[in-house]
């Protein structure tokens, strides 16, 4: 099943696809591309993706049945590399290409995944775990923050949405940046829509880093998430991971250039007091 049709220049048309548009070049094609296609592409990289069990990743077509815990999806790519995948299906061509932009940080959410799915099948226990839970919105629907300036990142927690994108844009387009991981929000980003939030996780960074080249940039996030995913103590529980109303980023929506956007509180939604529940 395939949300839209095909659009070869998809990466283009949205600063919200910048992490991907490397790998997407070699997509550019008049069909939908598979398998084989992104094979080519991992298999051309430089520097392998290997998983943290050690098989180098490739794509194969999905499989409707899965027999064993072993042929479970994160199981079969931890322990087998490979990655099913639906042909002519935007969400499993993001999560591909996620793998090709992240791969460290791909392997290690696979890695917890495993190892919390063996954790709860030792146990028996009938439900997913609220670190499962975490793991599978930041692989769906994370966002990775990267900001210079301390004051700034502390508004985006604290869910000053109009101060940090309005009242300080110019300050919060020179100091932070933020990367798309989720391959679900990336799906959305091809027709985004008001109440499209991610969640995120921030990494301290200096002004510096933001003159580098992207491919730099996304090479040190990646290395950076992944050893924050392949801590335990991380990732326990979904609380952890701050909301971003993804279309008030400047650059990424033309109405957030209008004050009032900001004032649409269904969508910009101010912070929940502990105490009382309340925003």
């Given at each position: 099943m395939m949300s839209q049709p095909w659009d070869p220049d998809f990466a283009g048309r949205s600063p919200m696809f910048e992490p991907l548009r490397a790998a997407a070049r070699g997509l550019r094609g008049p069909y939908w591309p598979g398998c084989d296609d992104l094979n080519r592409i991992i298999a051309a990289r430089s520097a392998p993706i290997v998983t943290a069990g050690g098989r180098p990743l490739?794509?194969?077509?999905?499989q409707l049945r899965q027999a064993t815990f072993e042929d479970e999806y994160e199981p079969r790519i931890y322990l087998r590399g490979e990655a099913q995948f639906r042909s002519c299906n935007w969400h499993d061509l993001f999560n591909a290409l996620v793998w090709l932009a992240f791969p460290a940080a791909k392997a290690a959410l696979n890695q917890r995944h495993y190892r919390e799915l063996e954790r709860q099948r030792a146990s028996g226990a009938p439900n997913r775990g609220p670190a499962q839970d975490a793991l599978t919105l930041f692989d769906e629907g994370g966002v990775i923050v990267a900001a210079s300036d301390s004051g700034l990142a502390a508004r985006l927690t604290g869910c000053q949405w109009k101060e940090l994108f309005w009242l300080l844009r110019s300050e919060a387009a020179q100091c932070m940046r933020f990367y798309l991981f989720g391959h679900a929000l990336y799906e959305k980003a091809l027709a985004p829509f008001a109440g499209v939030t991610g969640r995120s996780v921030m990494f301290a960074v200096t002004d510096a880093f933001f003159a580098l080249p992207i491919a730099q940039q996304l090479g040190d996030l990646d290395a950076r998430l992944a050893a924050r995913i392949?801590?335990?103590?991380?990732?326990?529980?979904?609380?952890?991971?701050a909301p971003v109303p993804i279309l008030g980023v400047p650059?990424?929506?033309?109405?957030?250039?209008?004050?009032?956007?900001?004032?649409?509180?269904?969508?910009?939604?101010?912070?929940?007091?502990?105490?009382?529940?309340?925003?």
């Open positions: 490739r794509l194969v077509e999905q392949g801590d335990p103590a991380q990732f326990s529980a979904t609380r952890e991971l650059g990424w929506c033309a109405d957030n250039q209008d004050e009032r956007y900001y004032d649409n509180l269904d969508y910009f939604r101010p912070a929940r007091n502990e105490i009382t529940g309340r925003r």
